[in-house]
């Protein structure tokens, strides 16, 4: 059996990943396609612990004890789940990944990128998405979406609009430094729309 094939969508909070992760599903599942849809973090019990603690908005945090409890949990995801979903044969629709750390911690924090792919590459023990999705909105409207949601903010949503800004212009440094690997989606297209250019993205992935 052959190996599958991750795909991982990532982006602002906001720009609608888990829509996207459950359109592709039902699609590809329409099609006859084994596929596991994902979420980070949590997933399996252990990161679902630890995805309490970091959304907590009465923690107070560090940003490296943030970014280190991030990769705990992809690390556990990894062995649990995510591994041998792939052995198995199955497309894994991941909702983030280690882009997201890069991109909210490496940028957002001012921790460094290449320091925290260190610390995603053990985590995963060098696990990389075969595609990856990055659906691009303005982070005033990723912030406006949140708001209609009509759910509590959590610790990362409280922070300042500096922060998302950087996330944003982190995102745009990865997709231009690896541009076979991370297709640009505009977040702002109607979802049927949006659902065909990423199906379109990952084509040749599913051949």
Request: charge should be negative; avoid cysteine.
């Amino acid at each position: 059996m052959s190996r599958g094939r991750l795909i991982t969508i990532e982006g602002l909070d906001g720009a609608g990943k888990s829509t996207l992760v459950q359109a592709l599903t039902e699609e590809l599942v329409r099609r006859g396609l084994s596929v596991e849809a994902m979420r980070e973090p949590g997933g399996v019990e252990a990161s679902e612990r630890i995805r309490a603690l970091v959304k907590d908005a009465a923690l107070q945090m560090g940003g490296r004890a943030e970014a280190l409890l991030y990769a705990a949990a992809r690390a556990q995801l990894v062995r649990e789940r995510l591994r041998p979903a792939l052995e198995a044969g199955s497309i894994v629709l991941l909702d983030r990944f280690t882009d997201s750390s890069l991109a909210y911690q490496g940028a957002g924090r001012e921790l460094g990128m290449q320091e925290v792919a260190a610390i995603n590459r053990f985590a995963t023990a060098g696990l990389v998405p075969d595609r990856t999705l990055l659906l691009r909105i303005d982070p005033a409207a990723g912030r406006e979406r949140q708001r209609g949601r009509a759910l509590a903010p959590d610790r990362l949503e409280l922070e300042e609009e500096a922060f998302f800004a950087r996330i944003a212009r982190g995102y745009d440094e990865l997709a231009q430094a690896e541009a076979q690997r991370i297709r640009v989606l505009d977040a702002s297209l109607p979802q049927e729309e949006l659902l065909r250019e990423a199906l379109a993205a990952i084509d040749d992935l599913l051949r």
